[in-house]
């Protein structure tokens, strides 16, 4: 009957009516009394007696009651109704349990929340877009086959940088990708205003912040004709929070002056706030266009050189054509420009060379939404890490269904009684999943609470010293928010269904009596299955954590050939305040002088490679009289140190000498190697001293001349084998090469540093105020920094594992209660009849300890295929660790004794009298 | 008098429009009366039943209530048509004849085999 605007009109005055509900009652008694009055008036003057006339008008009615009944149901409000008493209920029932309500709601915000805090850094690190224009349309660039930086012999396929000269024509011939641009990251000094400071800035291409479609927030940005000649336009933009921070936002300062590196460069504009960088976690604080790398990395001109590979690209994709097209046809573009490349390197390449360089060399167009990818490490760890929260979350929702089974076996009684009164299966169903509901927003809000905290948390272990240089923030928005409450949505859903399992067929009249024998197998199998589940997961969990721990540990005390302790470390880059080569070496010598003077130091180590660091210099080298395989790897680490390297870093000699102050320019050029070189080239440490290797290959002349060899140190990292390394003194470093490098100090100090870091910048300062040390610290606290890692990870995995036994007691602390409440009246006749408390109490613990056996097999063996897939990862610690698995194993039998003891002790304690009576 | 047949749903509605049309405002009592006696008592009515139309009609906007005074000073509430409703009754009344004389043709045709 009804019309679609009529339809909507009744069910907003249904929905109107739930406040109206009081008025419209009285109304409608007051209609049906009126109604009964006037049929009653006709009755009396038909003749009838007055009770008979009302009794006729009331059964004509159909009975006042379901009148009543029945209107009230068309009024459209009974279910929003009940679904309001329910919650009132709810909230009182649990008002009732604080400690219940207080484990369950705990319990789900601290998995809801860490969730939730997980899903805010994955989104920033890994999932969102770019903030640009069509991100969609962006493909990264990354090829295969060798790179042009010498004969490489690696043959992976995840070579992401680039020479300029291939940049350019890359972006002048192709026509698959349009609007092609280029950016690389570079560390540079800042002054303004006489305050100097190390920055990030990134080198980008002429046309990047048009390709990415940004506008200025203040003057302008880079346009292509800016990059046109080398040298030609110095000047920057700024990032829109360096702006902020350091310039105040002050507009004024477009068209200023501000120094790089010594060198006078005009702000023309600021980028837009929101945008950092075409490389998701960089902040770089200035943009300079590619053309101005001279000044930006001194000594280090590579913008005509063709085999130095430093730049990524990312291009636009026409939208005409798809990804496989547009990759087909740049691939023949690739192919011709590599061809000249290898052309140009050399002139008849063997055909091993030819293969890696040219015939297996595919480019590939990546999406590049994202971005560059280049921090990659870190979301797969953080993708691990909301695995592991995912698992723990289900762990608990079995957990909180088994709190919740136990509180409805409490519940039993009331439950039949609603039934016996009449109650559908869908009301008292509507009642349980409301307070699951309840429990799960309850538990939502608190996660939203807690969330931030745990993401500064995790910002701050898993980025510790470059959390400012990320731009990661720890609040959640919109959309974390959205991910929360549908968490906590299907949390909810998740544990309610095992309390309305329970309730499935209730047996009604057994339920009434109290009486336990009608407990239905399936549910308590449901629940014992979870139990075990729990175990099982825990224990994978602790085994986990103990091998990272373990590894941790053992990375951490590792013999890396060098002294750790008691060592400060920092590094000088003197490039950035305009040092050229000559300078900076007058600078480190007297550099070295004045740090040895310092008291408390005992001796001071300079180097160009800094130690641990994961980089390495490496060059090809000839030796003489040792003729190299046609493609040998004749690539060998090379670092540049000072005289007392040796000593101070107290790294023995095996034969020959150290350097020494006499080894100085001008006079025969001189190398230390490591054991690994000497046993390379001449079999024995011996042989080595004396003999003669040059610099480069083909017919470089072989005029260094090996004087010592030293034991073999990790150089690169803690992890990797040691690599043949030279050592050369910086002093006597080819004067042909002007690249002016930065140095590493490492002074050696008697006791533990105290105001030593101090003295060391006033040092630097004072020699030089432009000079800042960079990353000044403990040698230890470096290593801290290098482990972090493996840290992270062990402590995502020993956060987890704790969580996880702890929900797995309670799990056990649950069930147990659960099974014992419902035996109580076995239990009562069992001691009435002569068993004592103890025995209650064994027989109880035998059978959690029956479920706890098997959880602990089947997590053993899941432990094991788990440590065999993460072999690569350990260090020093074999997949079947003894020591690990006896203490997760201890642990877990620990946690399960004194989480069931607890009940089966109140169980033991019933009155016998009080448990038959509750028949 | 034949069996009191049970009132089919949905027609009630429209047989309170009609009574309502004919009659002008009146209480729930008196539109209850009204439809037993047109129906020339072969209708069984639960007068019960007429309230929960009544209440739905007036959510649908086709009928408005007011409380009144009935003849013997009796306080009662009164069911009006309104403009809605008037024109849902022409619309009902159309269809309903229309959905009677194509069954009346099927029936008539049939019955000429």
């Given at each position: ?150 004969y ?187 061809s000249n490349e290898l052309n140009e390197f050399s002139h008849n390449p063997p055909q091993?060379v030819r293969?890696?360089f040219l ?338 290959g083909g017919n ?220 | ?113």
């Amino acid at each position: 009957m009804s019309t679609p605007p009529a339809f909507f009109r009744a069910a907003f005055l249904r929905f109107m009516n739930l406040f109206r509900k009081q008025k419209l009652d009285r109304e409608l008694s007051a209609e049906l009394e009126s109604h009964l009055q006037l049929h009653m008036e006709d009755n009396l003057r038909a003749g009838m007696s007055p009770a008979t006339a009302r009794r006729r008008a009331v059964m004509k009615l159909g009975g006042l009651q379901q009148t009543k009944e029945s209107v009230r149901d068309h009024r459209g409000t009974a279910v929003l109704e009940s679904i309001v008493r329910d919650i009132a209920f709810t909230l009182r029932q649990l008002q009732k349990a604080p400690a219940f309500t207080a484990v369950v709601v705990g319990t789900l915000a601290l998995c809801i929340g860490a969730n939730t805090a997980i899903y805010t850094l994955l989104d920033q690190t890994l999932l969102r877009a770019l903030p640009v224009k069509d991100p969609g349309g962006l493909a990264l660039l990354r090829y295969s086959g060798a790179s042009p930086g010498g004969y490489s012999h690696t043959r992976a396929s995840d070579h992401f940088y680039f020479s300029y000269p291939m940049y350019r024509d890359l972006r002048d011939h192709s026509s698959a990708l349009h609007g092609l641009l280029a950016t690389a990251w570079a560390q540079v000094g800042i002054q303004w205003r006489k305050q100097s400071e190390v920055a990030d800035a990134e080198l980008v291409s002429g046309n990047y912040f048009e390709v990415l479609g940004l506008q200025p927030a203040a003057g302008r940005l880079f346009v292509p004709s800016d990059d046109l000649i080398p040298e030609a336009n110095p000047i920057v933009v700024l990032s829109f929070d360096y702006w902020k921070e350091r310039f105040g936002a002050d507009r004024s300062i477009v068209d200023q002056k501000l120094l790089v590196n010594g060198h006078p460069f005009t702000i023309v504009g600021v980028a837009p706030p929101g945008f950092h960088s075409v490389v998701p976690g960089d902040a770089p604080a200035v943009f300079v266009p590619m053309m101005m790398k001279p000044q930006v990395t001194p000594g280090w001109n590579d913008l005509d050189q063709r085999r130095s590979s430093w730049l990524n690209i990312i291009g636009r994709l026409q939208p005409s054509l798809t990804r496989q097209q547009s990759q087909a046809e740049i691939n023949s573009l690739w192919y011709s420009l590599r061809s000249n490349e290898l052309n140009e390197f050399s002139h008849n390449p063997p055909q091993t060379v030819r293969e890696n360089f040219l015939t297996n060399s595919k480019l590939f167009l990546d999406d590049g939404s994202k971005g560059i990818a280049v921090h990659n490490d870190v979301p797969s760890m953080l993708v691990v890490a909301m695995a592991l929260a995912g698992l723990v979350i289900f762990v608990a929702c079995a957990n909180v269904g088994t709190l919740l089974l136990v509180r409805a076996g409490a519940r039993t009684r009331e439950i039949s009684v609603r039934y016996a009164l009449g109650a559908t299966r869908s009301r008292v169903f509507q009642q349980m999943l409301i307070e699951g509901l309840v429990l799960g927003f309850a538990g939502g809000a608190v996660g939203i609470l807690v969330a931030p905290q745990i993401s500064s948390l995790l910002i701050r272990q898993m980025w510790s010293q470059d959390a400012a240089r990320f731009a990661l923030s720890a609040g959640p928005d919109t959309r974390i928010l959205a991910f929360n409450f549908a968490l906590a949505f299907f949390a909810s859903l998740l544990f309610t269904v095992a309390p309305i399992f329970q309730f499935w067929r209730p047996d009604l009249a057994p339920a009434l009596k109290q009486q336990s024998a009608g407990m239905a197998s399936g549910s308590l199998r449901l629940r014992q299955g979870m139990v075990i589940a729990q175990i099982s997961l825990s224990l994978l969990l602790l085994v986990g954590a103990g091998l990272f721990v373990r590894t941790l540990h053992n990375l951490k005390t590792l013999r890396v050939g060098f002294v750790t302790d008691r060592l400060i470390a920092f590094s000088v880059d003197p490039k950035l305040a305009g040092y050229d080569a000559q300078k900076s070496i007058a600078l480190y010598q007297q550099l070295l002088e004045k740090l040895a003077a310092v008291p408390g130091v005992r001796a001071v180590a300079a180097t160009d490679d800094p130690e641990l660091s994961k980089h390495n210099f490496s060059t090809n080298i000839t030796v003489a009289g040792y003729k190299a395989a046609e493609d040998e790897n004749m690539n060998v680490e090379w670092a540049r140190v000072s005289s007392g390297y040796f000593s101070a870093l107290q790294i023995p000699l095996v034969a020959g000498r150290s350097l020494r102050d006499a080894d100085r320019n001008g006079t025969q050029r001189v190398a230390v190697v490591n054991e690994t070189f000497a046993r390379r080239f001449f079999l024995q440490p011996e042989a080595a001293v004396g003999s003669y290797f040059g610099k480069g290959g083909g017919n470089v002349k072989t005029d260094i001349q090996i004087v010592g060899v030293a034991r073999d140190a990790k150089h690169t990292s803690l992890r990797s084998s040691t690599d043949p390394c030279v050592f050369i003194s910086f002093l006597q470093e080819e004067s042909s090469d002007k690249m002016t490098f930065g140095m590493s100090f490492y002074l050696s100090t008697f006791d533990s540093p105290g105001g030593t870091e101090r003295t060391v910048r006033q040092i630097v300062q004072g020699l030089d105020s432009s000079l800042v040390p960079k990353d000044l610290g403990t040698m230890e606290k470096q290593i801290e920094n290098i482990v972090s890692g493996e840290r992270i990870v062990s402590f995502l995995a020993s956060a987890f594992g704790v969580l996880s036994v702890l929900l797995a007691s309670v799990g056990v602390y649950g069930l147990v209660s659960y099974t014992t409440a419902q035996r109580t009246r076995e239990i009562g006749i069992r001691t009435a009849l002569g068993a004592s408390g103890a025995s209650v109490i064994v027989q109880v613990l035998k059978e959690v300890f029956w479920l706890a056996g098997i959880g602990v097999v089947s997590g053993l063996l899941v432990s094991l295929a788990f440590a065999h897939l993460v072999r690569s990862q350990l260090f020093g610690v074999t997949t079947i660790d003894p020591l690990t698995l006896s203490a997760a194993i201890g642990l877990m039998a620990f946690v399960t004794l004194i989480s069931a003891i607890l009940p089966a002790r109140r169980a033991s304690k019933v009155d016998p009298i009080v448990a038959l009576r509750y028949e | 008098m034949g069996e009191k047949k049970d009132v089919l749903q949905g027609t009630l509605a429209l047989m309170i429009l009609k009574t309502l049309e004919a009659l002008g405002p009146l209480h729930g009592y008196g539109i209850a009366r009204r439809i037993e006696q047109t129906s020339g008592d072969l209708l069984s009515l639960n007068y019960g039943t007429l309230y929960p139309a009544l209440l739905k009609l007036e959510q649908e906007g086709f009928i408005s209530a007011e409380w009144g005074v009935s003849d013997n000073n009796r306080k009662a509430k009164y069911y009006k048509l309104t403009r809605a409703g008037h024109r849902q009754l022409e619309k009902e009344t159309r269809e309903w004849n229309e959905t009677a004389a194509i069954l009346q043709r099927f029936l008539a045709a049939n019955e000429e085999r």
